[in-house]
């Protein structure tokens, strides 16, 4: 039986944001994305390529970790919440880190 | 797309700029997050740069362009239907971009599914949710919900029925899944009522659901429903 997965709580707080998806069923509302959505997008393409987290690898995780870490969350959200979980596993950076770099991320968009 | 670049509309004159809304977390996230992936090496900001653009020029107006093109030209389309990936550099679809061998998940075999009288065809990808991105765009969410994933190759009629499409029985209906190596698109029937119509006007009737193959196309349908919640079971709210 394999380890439940780790939770995050800097992720897991974005739900407060973002707000429950309370439809398990087919039809999230349909949506236009975000700019965010896209360059997430694009991170994965560039993480991918360069072999440190291949496509299929993150949907199967996105799957596994969507239905049970994230599954309140809507389905738009889940390739950042999941690319920034795997990342987090593989130590690539810390919670803490993190945690830091949204903080400057968010003073810089307050400057802005 | 519906990207605006001239900077005015909706009341705004020129030189003016939208009050900006709210930055939502996921927007802060997403940028800490690549900024920490790039400092640490993972990948360059040119890399990013390069899938960012490449992502903003794709969507469903190539598919659209393809199908339409395919309607009004005989020789076209049996082209499109031979050799998809091919066919695609005549609308200016290339399918190696942005890196010259593809995105890791687009360089792939592109099939072109006609529809006919009695043929139905539907694209769905089981395993994950691969999706003809150079010439769909991003798939919808619920394309990429195990609940679509999953039913649609065991109930498609049922599905398709929540979607509002209800094939008669005689028309077989066909599941093409998607797999690492294969990419499937669409292509469904002119429909009557679009006699004389130019190339740029059947483009607009064919939408991304069409290609899909759960709607079909129609001279006063121009976008695909965005407006109802489908949940499981069929039931709308």
Redesign the interface.
Known sequence: MSAAPTTYDV?M??LS??GERT?????????????????????C??????G?L???ER??A??RL??SVYARF?????S?LV??HL?MDQK??TEE??RK??E???DR?AE? | M?TRHDGHGHGEAPGEFQI?TK???????????????IE?G??SAE???K??E???GIGPHGGSKLVAKAWVDPEFKQRLLADGTKACLEVGIDWLQP?GSG???DYTFFYVLENTPKLHNVIVCT???CYPRPVLG?S???Y?????RR?MVRRPRE?LA?FGLHLPEDVELRVHDSN?KSRFMVMPMRPEGTEGWSEKQLAEIVTRDTMIGVALPAPNRKS???T??????GRRR
């Not at chain 1, 809507?74 to 889940?78: L, N, S, Y």
């Not at chain 2, 930055?23 to 992936?37: D, K, P, T």
């Not at chain 2, 990429?144 to 679509?148: E, M, V």
Request: proline share 4%.
């Open positions: 992720l707080d974005t944001d973002i439809d398990a069923g087919m039809g999230c509302l349909e949506h236009e994305p975000a700019v965010w959505e896209s360059r997430m997008q694009a991170t393409e560039a993480l991918s390529s360069h440190v291949d496509n299929l949907r199967l996105e799957d969507g239905e809507p389905v738009q959200t889940r950042t690319v920034t990342l690539v950076f880190e993190l770099r949204i400057v991320v968010r968009f802005e | 519906s900006a930055v939502s977390e996921f927007e802060i996230l997403e940028l800490a997050v690549r900024e920490l992936a640490k993972l990948f890399d990013h740069r899938f960012a490449w992502a903003d890196t995105t890791p998940s395993l994950c949710s991003m919808p969410d619920w990429r919900t195990p609940n679509y039913r599905v929540e690492q695909d429903t965005k109802e919640t489908l949940v499981s079971g």
